[in-house]
């Protein structure tokens, strides 16, 4: 890859490069330095894979008091109304913005065209076929690349926040950038890194969706909010060797039935609104169906049929669909589909208040890493780009006039150096690692929960944890100051560190959803718990994390 200069100082630093990212960027004042970090690409985040839409009551039937009172019933009790009030309301002026900046929605004559989704009263959801996520990312990328303010860093990885220990605040990140890791200052930095289904075994989430932006929020301090809160869509592709690809539930709302082996229409068992209930209800559905049917749960599947759609409708509507069904052996026009629930989307995150704003001065978190309170414990379909093009809007507000950095020199370091066989090692036990836990946490934080296999889970990722900090690059990088720049004269080094920080992060998240779930003894949303299948109102209430210096984290209540 070229070699690109990097500045020592930005004024805002943006980390992710998904819809959120892309948008935040876009919207902080064009006076400012910005810095724009992707761990891979500028076009390939979860944002991209988002094929449903993006909601909002534009139409004359409908009425944000509508949208927000959907999103508060899907929340289930969770939502902070007076944040869904503010996503809701400003919907519509964002919808509008993004078509000036000229994101292509599908249309009806010279209408915007408008689909149902499941938990939706009313139809709002706004789409581009079935690659929405791709159309609104593509173009926002086309907007900041030519920004003459926003410098674009791709194939860097955030490894570390950097806290000026006298005020606690954050005034930039140490990154790891071909080859080298340089702390890098900045006046504010927004966390936009996504979420981290890759924790789980079975996601609908990119490769890149490691809960990084959690991860070392948690450790520098920040609160997080709600991390036991994760929606698993209930229709992902599942056949041997293929990708977990997401079926849009835009199908569903379109017409397509849930199918059994013998052909029934089973979702209405377990919901009156069948396969149009929120999420949750759907996913527990197939999954308690399957339990009841399947020899081996990991591979069992039910069936999405996509013909009671006429076939012009599939075509128009959902292309991408049709294409990668093809290319893994699926024909729906003539055959159902084989589908099963995935890890999706994370309501938890870092807790934001409607300025993005953390807890810890100068850092500002957007889109799913954040925890604004409008998704509660449920997430209503196609609301989550809505959310990153509305809170990424509000950075047009940031002041960093007042604002000074610290005069800490960046101090180097000499090379890491380690021998082939030694580096071998450490390669294997970080691989071995990023294998086992994303099945531990499937079988134990999956869409069925219960305390023993929480309690076992926790005690295997602490001895993992430990496992991990034995480690020689552990031992070297841990200890590392923020403002200490290392170079590595190691030839792989790119792929070695992002697996090393990847395995440190996912560690970390894994820990903090087993915790959190093991907490909250009721069922709500996204969170099951077998042996509290009831909502119990005494949770009605948030689960807050804190690591405190070198304590172990505090979960309570509030």
Known sequence: MLQIDIPSQFDVLVVGAGAAGLYTALCLPEK??????TKETVTLSASDWAQGGIAAAIDPEDSPSLHIEDT????????????????????????????????????????????????????????????????????????????????VIQQALALNLWIEPQS??????????????????????????????????QTTNPAVSTGDGVAIAYRAGAVLRDLEFVQFHPTSLTKPGADHFLISEAVRGEGAHLIDDTG??????????????PRDV???????????TAVDLATAHV??????????????????????????????????IPVAPAAHYWMGGIVADLRNRTNIPGLYAVGETASTGVHGANRLASNSLLECIVFGAQMANIDLAD????????????????????????????????????????????????Q??????????????????????????????????????????????????????????????????????????????????????????????????????LIWKN
């Open 32 to 37: 400012l330095r910005v810095g724009l970090i």
């Open 72 to 151: 508060l019933q899907a929340g289930a009790g969770l939502c902070d109304r007076p944040a869904v009030e503010f996503l809701a309301e400003k919907a519509p002026e964002c919808i509008q913005s993004l078509v000036n900046l000229g994101v292509a929605f599908d249309r009806h004559g010279k209408s915007l065209a408008l689909t149902l989704e499941a938990a939706h009263s009313r139809h709002r959801v706004l789409h581009t076929a079935d690659t929405t996520g791709r159309e609104v990312t593509t173009t926002l990328t086309a907007q900041v690349l030519r920004r003459q303010n926003i410098q």
């Open 168 to 201: 606690g605040r954050c005034q930039g990140i140490s990154l790891f950038y071909q080859g080298k890791i340089t702390p890098i200052k900045a006046k504010a930095v927004v966390l936009a890194t996504g979420g981290g289904g890759q924790v789980f075994a």
């Open 264 to 277: 029934k229409r089973f979702a209405f068992n377990y919901h009156p609104a069948g396969e149009l209930a």
């Open 282 to 292: 759907v996913s527990r559905a197939i999954f308690n169906h399957l339990k009841q």
């Open 303 to 336: 069936w999405l049929d996509m013909r009671p759609i006429a076939p012009e409708k599939i075509l128009y509507r959902f292309p991408n669909i049709v294409k990668v069904c093809q290319h893994w052996g699926v024909d729906v026009f003539h055959q159902p």
């Open 403 to 450: 604002i000074t950095l610290s005069s800490e020199a960046i101090l180097p370091l000499p090379e890491f150096t380690v021998n082939d066989s030694e580096w071998q090692r450490q390669k294997i036990q970080l691989e071995k690692l990023r294998e086992k836990l994303p099945r531990l946490v499937w079988q134990s934080a999956g869409i069925c929960r219960e």
């Open 452 to 553: 023993s296999g929480l309690t076992n889970a926790i005690a295997t990722v602490e001895s993992w944890q430990k496992e991990f900090a034995t480690l020689p690059l552990s031992q070297f990088l841990l200890n590392l100051n923020p403002n200490q720049a290392v170079s590595f004269p190691i030839s792989d080094i790119e792929q070695q560190l992002r697996l090393w920080a990847e395995t440190r992060n996912l560690l970390d998240v894994a820990y903090l959803i087993l915790k959190s779930a093991a907490f909250r003894t009721e069922s709500r949303g996204g969170h099951y718990r077998l042996d509290y299948p009831q909502s119990d109102p005494d949770w009605q209430v948030h689960t807050l994390v804190q690591k405190k210096s070198s304590q172990q984290s």
